[in-house]
């Protein structure tokens, strides 16, 4: 959601939704998005700012690719034991244009909470990259400032 104020707010409707129940998976007796999840929240049940930080990634990544299934060449087992793991990188961001955004990303899809980003220094880089952006044109081509 983004209202006028131009204040992302993120939120879950999928549980709601009938088309998106496929996205949801049965662990623990819980129904999670465990293609959304990392791994303290998805095994141990431990949602924080930091985990909503790893969830807005693969927000992105979704709307980089279309809003294809996220880690859609594993079956969930396998991702279930990715997870478990807690190393190597599960997320590719190498779709990104900007190395300044690829290495954002793979921050945000850290396996130590505490090495994720914030939503405030994600704003600072999200201002940061806008503004060394250059505007192209409809033809494409680069205007100059």
Not at 39 to 57: G, I, N
Not at 84 to 105: I, P, V
Request: a negative charge; hydrophobic letters at 35%; one cysteine or more.
């Amino acid at each position: 959601l983004v209202p006028a104020q131009v204040c992302l707010k993120i939120g879950s409707f999928g549980m709601d939704k009938e088309p998106f129940n496929n996205d949801y998976n049965i662990y623990k007796h819980q129904s999670i998005a465990l293609r959304w999840l990392p791994h303290e929240a998805a095994l141990e049940d431990e949602y924080s700012t930091k985990s909503d930080v790893w969830m807005f990634a693969v927000t992105i990544w979704e709307l980089h690719h279309a809003a294809q299934l996220p880690l859609s060449d594993r079956s969930d087992e396998v991702l279930l034991a990715d997870l478990r793991k807690k190393c190597g990188q599960l997320w590719d961001a190498s779709f990104c244009k900007s190395n300044a955004t690829s290495s954002l990303l793979v921050k945000c899809w850290s396996h130590d909470p505490i090495l994720r980003p914030s939503f405030d220094e994600l704003l600072v880089c999200a201002e940061s990259n806008s503004n060394n952006a250059t505007p192209s044109t409809s033809n494409g081509e680069s205007k100059t400032r």
